[in-house]
């Protein structure tokens, strides 16, 4: 009688050698082009970026009336104004925007009609119940990073900045072969002696769950000769093998046998129960797994291996939802009438989980591509306030929030090309950015919300960058500034500067569209704006903020504005002509218990690589020594 003697490696050692063996034998995926339209549940094998603004018009928000803001100045509960038909045009939710009107008043808020004539009793601001293009994507955006699974919400995301194809690997086929004497085909009756062979109808199911595709193929009495030309086919058809039942000691149990004469058997045998008989090899470049018999054992090799297996081909983890605690890091007001969920960015600092609110627009599609987490706010209560401590339920598995570097601060598209960077190199690292402004990197840095502050604030006095902020706002120390890139600032315009914009003053009597308070370029630009004597109060459009380079430049694309201060490469993206003011330095606030991190490193590493050197030239406006 003959007997295979098995080992007893255990689980993580098995796990380790044998898929390191598999990723040096070449296993690895292909990728196609898709439809947006039917891209849910895959795998982006490339970054996708927006070719479109989402809005790409000008839309009203609100059923009602667009009209020229300045015609209601004036209006209030003992004034009230009356507009006839040539100043005001009815509008539904969704409608284009007018030419030459810039807000709409919601029909709740006219008085009354009468003779094609309304009454109104309060004013609106420009562009109030106005999307405004780019108010969700702005052109050149990233929309999604390399090797990010696609939800609904992203083809979503997709289609609405343009981007009818994108590409994805190709889903790893799986070939599953029963095996056995005494198994039998599920569709007929099976006689004493006979089991039915359900095993690969589980597995499967499970591979799909995952994101594979299976072919079954016909049961394979327990004949070696038989077995090993089941095995070759189903090599040269499939990029994974499966042989169900045959991993054992018995007399008829040949999978090792097979897997050694065709390839390399790795293992046979693992310290786990039950699952202890599998079999880990491989044949060139195709990984082959030798499944227990009883279905129980089976199903513990494929959660323990081959799911991972699949992970590996996508160079993604296989991800399970679950709820953990978290302290709030922004304050969070909710209406008393709904129940409402709040998508959240999570990372982990000082270890505790840290959950940040995203953008909760009904028209911003993009909260749930960013999200890793929803909150939930009870009806009748008014909003969770900073530091409190709450449930989130993680839409990703628990390991990558604890992976996840928080940053915060100044926007630059070149945070979104580093991300994309470390998840080519380690799809471990996930990095979560907000747009706060440079003052609210220092603000976020200080009260141990973020591990990175992206700043780049002028000294007036100096005229030096960041280091005056670092000394004033942390005067005991703490923190470490890290260089990142010198990059021009200036005044972005329409092709060709029909107004003749040539210097930061010209700005005086256009639509200017500016940063938010306590962003870098709004403190440049309020230093401007005195270092050449000119008042705010003639500047229209100075209260109009954007959060993002890319949406300033939008605006004056569409025609909202004529000029606003902003970087070269945001003006590159839109084909807008660019008037350079100043360089400036764009650099990271660290805090220095992070500075050793794996994940700052990790960063940092990146910052100074050769690819992203190569990005940022390709962006344009962006300096950074080798």
Known sequence: MKHNYLSNTPLEDAKANYFD?????????????????KSNGRILAAPVYAKLCSPHYNASAMDGVAVWAEDTYGASEINHITLDKEHYTEVDTGDALPENTDAVIMVEDILSENNGEITINAPVHPWQNV?????????????????TKI??????????????QVEVIKKPVFGIIPTGDEIIAPDKDPEKGEILEFNSSVFSAMLSEWGADSIVYDIV???????????????SECDCVLLLAGSSAGRDDYTSEIVSSLGTLCVHGIAVKPGKPAILGAIDETPVIGLPGYPVSAIVIMNEI???????????????????????????????????????????????????????????????TKALGVIEIPQNCEGIEQGDVIEVKILTDEKNIENALIITGSHDPIIDEIADILKKKD?????????????????AIKSGRAHLGAIHLLDEKTGEYNQSYIDKYFPNGGVVLKKGVKRIQGLMVAKGNPLNINKFEDIVGHRYVSRQRGSGTRILCDYLIKKYNMNIDDINGYDNEEFTHTAVAANIKAGNADVGLGIYSAAKMYDLDFIPICDEEYDFLIDEKYIDSPLTKAFLSALDSDEFIERIELLGGYSKEK
């Open 221 to 235: 009495p327990d004949k070696k000769e038989l077995l090993t030309e089941a095995v070759k086919k189903a090599k």
């Open 131 to 147: 999307r405004q293009v780019g108010e969700d994507l702005c052109m050149g955006d990233m929309i999604a990073s390399s090797y």
């Open 306 to 368: 081959v799911k991972e297996l699949v992970g590996i081909y996508y160079n993604v983890k296989i991800e399970e939802e679950k709820t953990i605690k978290a302290v709030l890091g922004k304050r969070v007001v909710s209406s008393l009438k709904y129940r409402e969920y709040i998508r959240v960015t999570l990372g982990k600092i000082d270890g505790k989980y840290i959950a940040v609110p995203l953008p909760r627009g009904a028209g911003i599609i993009t909260s749930f």
């Open 427 to 443: 799809n471990n690292i996930l990095v979560t950015s907000s747009h706060v402004g440079s003052m609210g990197a220092i603000d």
């Open 21 to 37: 063996f598999v990723k040096k034998s070449g296993f690895k995926f292909q990728t196609e082009k898709i439809n947006s339209q």
């Open 151 to 164: 939800t609904p919400y992203f083809c979503g995301a997709f289609l609405a900045g343009g981007v009818k």
